[in-house]
């Protein structure tokens, strides 16, 4: 398959079992070494070109930075017991204002790293109970409970890393 099914059609089925949490974080945990993998050697004209006007590889990286605020925030919604999950900008005007191809991938890996490295953190400081606390999401319009928010930020990763690694194969 060349292409990625656009994340907005997407639909998710949250029906695995709690005891997934360690091997959810695993993932999340990884994402910022397989993306640094993806780009390695990788010419800036390379990363920066726009296919059809579409985010090139930088901004796709950039993007997964933008998310890692709205991903601790919803984090902290299961904390606090909200009413719903913090709304996602779904315009995603962060991510085209930031003009991450003039940014230097550096910052941006290291950024992603750092912000990555604190979402982990932070659900590994919470009460297992936590886990299965349930919140509707407001696109999805389902219960998500905290460890399906996590698959679901798993599950972006890997959209954008396969969006990523389309984009380089030339495809």
Partial sequence: MSTV???FERRFEFNFPLELMPNLLARLRGTPARLEEAVRGTSAESLTQRPSGKWSVQEQAGHLL???PLWLARVEDYVRGSEGLTVADLQNRATDEADFNAQTLDGILSGFRMA???????VESLEPALYGRAIPHPRLKTPMRLVDHLYFVAEHDD?????????LSGA
């Avoid at 959209?159 to 389309?166: N, T």
């Fill in 159 to 167: 959209h954008h890393l396969a969006e990523m690694h389309r984009l």
């Fill in 116 to 122: 990555r490295g604190q979402l982990v953190a932070r």
């Fill in 66 to 68: 933008v998310m890692e």
């Fill in 5 to 7: 099914p656009a994340w």
